[in-house]
C-alpha cells in the first residue's frame, strides 16, 4: 500500500509525461475536505519531524551563538522547503485525473449517454430501495504531448466497439480541437488532435533558406526532405487546385539549392505544358507520346549514367547523389491516367517500364518522378509503383473509396473538403495516416510563368 503510494507520488511529481491515462466516468465528487484534512496532517507531521530534529541537535557555543542561530535558520528552511514539496505532490495527485482532457471527455461520455445503467435493489431500514446504478463506461484513454492530443477509443467487443469509430466530430467539438488523424486497430480507435491548428502558408515560405537544406514546408506542420521521399502521387478533379499546387511545388524545387532539374510531361497539352516557352525548358518538355517516352528513357538513361559516375565502388556506401553536389532530377508527369488510356499498349507499356525502373532505383541517385491524375485508378497506377509513392496527396472532394485507394487504408474518418486546394496528404516517415491539409496559399495575381523565368535564370 505505501509502496504504491510512493510510487503513484513519483510519479506525479516527475515532468508532465506522455503515458496514457484513463478517463473516469463518473468523475470523483468534490474532494475539498480530504485535501483540507491532508494538507493539515502534512503541515502537522512535518513541523513535529522538523521540531524533533532541532532539539535532538546538540548546541554549539561559539562565535556568540552565531552557530546556533545558522543551524535553526538551516532548519526553518528544510522545514519550509520540504513542506512546500510535500503540499505540491499532494496536490497534484488531486490534479492528476482532472486534466481539461479528462474533463471534456467525461462530459462527451455523459452527455452521449457512453454508459449502462441498471437498477439494483437494496434494503435501508427495511424499506427496498431501487436505485440506478452505471454498469458499463465506454473506455477512453487519452495522452498529450507538446503538438499533438491522442485519444483511444477502446474496443472491447461491448456495444461500443462500432461507436468507437463515429466518435471524430463529437470528439473534435468536446475538445475544441482540430483533428489530425485517424487509425484504427482491432483493438481501439485513435483519434490524433493539433493543439494549435495547423497554418496554410503562403508559397514564399515552403523552401527554408537554410543552405543545404531540401526541406519543402507544405503547411505549417508539414514537410519533408525531398531526397528521403523523391517520389509523389496528386490525385484531383477539376478545380481541386491540383495546378495550383504542382506550379507552387514547381517554384519551390527551382530554389533548393542545387536547383532542381525539372522534366514536364503534359498529354493533355494545358497549363504545364507553357513552360515550353521558358529559357532553359525547350526541350524539357513532352505532350506527344514519342516525347513523352523519349524524356522518360533520358531520364532512366541518365540515373544509370548517375550510378556508372558516381556509385561505382565501395567508397560510395551509404552516400546519395547530395554527397556528390548533384542536383535532383524531378520528372513532373501530369494526367497520367488519361495518357494511359490514350495510347497504344505497347507505349503504355514502354512509359511504365521507365516509370517503375525510376520509382525503384531513382532515390538513391536523386532522379525522381511526381504523378498527378484525376481519379485514383488501380488500374492505371500498378500497385508496385503506387507503393514507391512516399508522398501522396488526395486533393478536394473525394469519396472514402478514392481515398483508400491512394492512400492503401480504410482506417480513417475523412471530413468533407470544401476549401479550394484543401485534401488528405501521407508522407512517409512523416505522417503515416493520412491527415487534413491546405497546400500552400497563392494569390490569383501571381504570375507563375514570370517567376519561374526568373528562377531559370537565376541559375
Ligand atoms: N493554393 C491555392 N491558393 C489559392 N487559391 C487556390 C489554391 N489552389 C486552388 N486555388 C483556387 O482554386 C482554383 C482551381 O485550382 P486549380 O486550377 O489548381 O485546379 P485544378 O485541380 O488544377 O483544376 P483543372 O484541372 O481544371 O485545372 C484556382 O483558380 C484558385 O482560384
Redesign the pocket.
Known amino acids: 500500500m505505501m509502496l504504491s503510494i510512493l510510487n503513484k507520488f513519483l510519479r506525479v511529481t516527475r515532468k508532465k509525461g506522455d503515458e496514457w491515462k484513463d478517463v473516469v466516468f463518473p468523475q470523483k465528487k468534490n474532494t475539498f475536505l480530504i485535501k483540507c484534512l491532508g494538507l493539515l496532517v502534512i503541515f502537522i507531521s512535518l513541523s513535529i519531524f522538523w521540531d524533533k530534529v532541532g532539539n535532538a541537535i546538540p548546541r554549539i557555543n561559539f562565535l556568540g551563538g552565531l552557530i546556533n542561530l545558522l543551524l535553526i535558520g538551516l532548519l526553518i528552511v528544510f522545514w519550509l522547503g520540504t513542506t512546500y514539496l510535500s503540499i505540491k505532490g499532494y496536490l497534484a495527485l488531486f490534479k492528476r485525473n482532472k486534466s481539461w482532457i479528462a474533463n471534456n471527455l467525461a462530459y462527451m461520455i455523459g452527455s452521449l449517454k457512453l454508459y449502462d445503467e441498471e437498477y439494483f435493489e437494496t434494503t435501508n431500514k427495511d424499506k427496498v430501495v431501487r436505485e440506478k446504478r452505471i454498469t458499463r463506461v465506454i473506455r477512453i484513454k487519452y495522452k498529450e504531448t507538446d503538438k499533438h492530443v491522442f485519444v483511444r477509443i477502446m474496443r472491447d467487443g461491448d456495444r461500443f466497439t462500432s461507436e468507437a469509430t463515429k466518435l471524430g466530430e463529437n470528439l473534435e467539438s468536446s475538445l475544441g480541437l482540430e483533428l489530425d488523424s485517424t487509425n484504427q486497430t482491432v483493438h481501439y480507435a485513435e483519434y490524433v488532435f493539433l493543439k494549435h491548428k495547423d497554418e496554410r502558408i503562403a508559397l514564399d515560405s515552403t523552401v527554408t533558406s537554410v543552405n543545404d537544406s531540401d526541406e519543402i514546408k507544405i503547411t505549417g506542420n508539414i514537410s519533408y526532405e525531398l531526397h528521403k521521399v523523391p517520389h509523389s502521387l496528386i490525385v484531383?478533379?477539376?478545380?481541386?487546385?491540383?495546378?495550383?499546387?504542382i506550379l507552387?511545388k514547381i517554384v519551390s524545387y527551382l530554389k533548393l539549392s542545387p536547383q532542381a532539374d525539372l522534366r514536364i510531361i503534359d498529354p493533355k497539352k494545358?497549363?504545364l505544358s507553357l513552360l515550353r516557352f521558358v529559357t532553359g525548358f525547350e526541350n524539357k518538355v513532352a505532350t506527344e507520346a514519342n516525347q513523352i517516352c523519349r524524356i522518360l528513357r533520358e531520364t532512366v538513361e541518365l540515373m544509370e549514367q548517375r550510378y556508372t559516375d558516381y556509385f561505382n565502388d565501395v567508397s560510395a556506401f551509404g552516400k546519395t547523389y547530395r554527397d556528390f553536389g548533384l542536383p535532383p532530377v524531378i520528372i513532373i508527369f501530369d494526367e497520367f491516367s488519361a495518357f494511359m488510356h490514350s495510347v497504344d499498349k505497347k507505349v503504355a507499356k514502354e512509359a511504365l517500364d521507365y516509370v517503375f525502373t525510376l520509382v525503384m532505383k531513382g532515390r538513391q541517385a536523386g532522379v525522381m518522378i511526381e504523378i498527378l491524375m484525376q481519379r485514383p485508378s488501380a488500374d492505371d497506377l500498378p500497385t508496385n509503383i503506387r507503393a514507391q509513392m512516399g508522398f501522396k496527396a488526395g486533393?478536394?472532394a473525394m469519396d472514402s473509396i478514392g481515398y483508400n485507394m491512394i492512400f492503401d487504408t480504410n482506417n480513417v474518418e475523412y471530413k468533407t473538403v470544401i476549401e479550394?486546394?484543401g485534401g488528405y496528404i501521407q508522407i512517409d516517415g512523416k505522417h503515416t495516416a493520412p491527415v487534413y491539409f491546405e497546400?500552400?496559399?497563392?494569390d490569383?495575381e501571381f504570375d507563375f510563368i514570370a517567376e519561374i523565368e526568373n528562377l531559370m535564370q537565376g541559375r
Open positions: 484531383g478533379g477539376t478545380g481541386s487546385g491540383k495546378s495550383f499546387f507552387g494545358a497549363d486533393l478536394g479550394k486546394g497546400t500552400p496559399y497563392i490569383k
